[in-house]
């Protein structure tokens, strides 16, 4: 079965710094996807960026990007000019390539803040 | 589009007592999940749908009854509510099984069993 792992349980940082959300996970399939969700305190659900294992080259969206480290089983999330917006819960979220129906499997949140 | 909608929004139940969790989606996806969400931990899969008639088991399905009659709808039922069930639960759907399919999600709703 599939784990993935969030050590960071909050996070704070000054608007417009850099932060580094960490991730890891553990499986032994050679093809999936990785996610990274926002849950703003709407409790809305809201992909920021996804990654699949076959792509060498990271995934970025904006002032999001990921730092995804095969070997290592990590999947970072680096956030630059943070923002007052973007504090929410991160949740990191793996899903195998294929299994005939989409099921995520997320880690424990980090709850980010982004202070003024 | 509404997108995902889920009703009600808050829920109060008694032990014992049985409801139905409504979720419904305007976009025409075949795949469509139930997760629920307690503190400090991620969402876990309870149910999945891959078409009107086809619905299956996911990581923690016990307590919970889903049926699909159209592809439109994925309504989750509680026979029975334990205190256990307290959580908000989220439905989401998505036009096919990859992840290159974004999972579009539901608000929510926070279910309380006293």
Redesign the interface.
């Known amino acids: 079965a599939q784990t993935?792992t969030q050590s960071q349980?909050e996070m704070s940082v000054q608007e417009a710094e850099t932060v580094t959300l960490s991730c890891t996970y553990d499986t032994s399939e050679s093809n999936?996807?990785l996610?990274w969700y926002k849950q703003p305190p709407?409790?809305?659900?809201i992909?920021v960026i996804?990654q699949?294992a076959y792509k060498q080259q990271n995934a970025t969206e904006n002032r999001f990007s990921v730092n995804f480290q095969k070997a290592a089983k990590s999947f970072s999330l680096k956030i630059s000019d943070s923002q007052l917006g973007d504090t929410a819960m991160y949740?990191c979220?793996f899903?195998k390539?294929?299994?005939?129906?989409?099921?995520?499997?997320?880690?424990?949140?980090t709850r980010l803040t982004i202070n003024p | 589009n509404a997108g995902v909608t889920q009703t009600p929004k808050f829920q109060v139940l008694k032990t014992g007592q049985s409801m139905t969790l409504q979720c419904a989606q305007d976009m025409n996806h075949e795949y469509m999940s139930w997760y629920r969400q307690d503190p400090g931990m991620g969402l876990r899969l309870i149910h999945y749908s891959v078409g009107a008639g086809i619905t299956d088991q996911g990581e923690v399905p016990n307590g919970y009854n889903v049926s699909r009659s159209t592809t439109e709808d994925f309504p989750l039922r509680l026979l029975s509510a334990a205190p256990s069930q307290t959580s908000v639960y989220f439905c989401a759907s998505s036009s096919g099984p990859t992840g290159e399919n974004e999972q579009y999600f539901g608000p929510g709703t926070r279910l309380t069993v006293t």
Request: charge should be positive; proline fraction near 4%.
């Open positions: 993935v349980p999936y996807y996610f709407s409790r809305q659900m992909l996804r699949e949740f979220a899903m390539q294929t299994q005939g129906a989409q099921k995520l499997v997320f880690g424990q949140g």
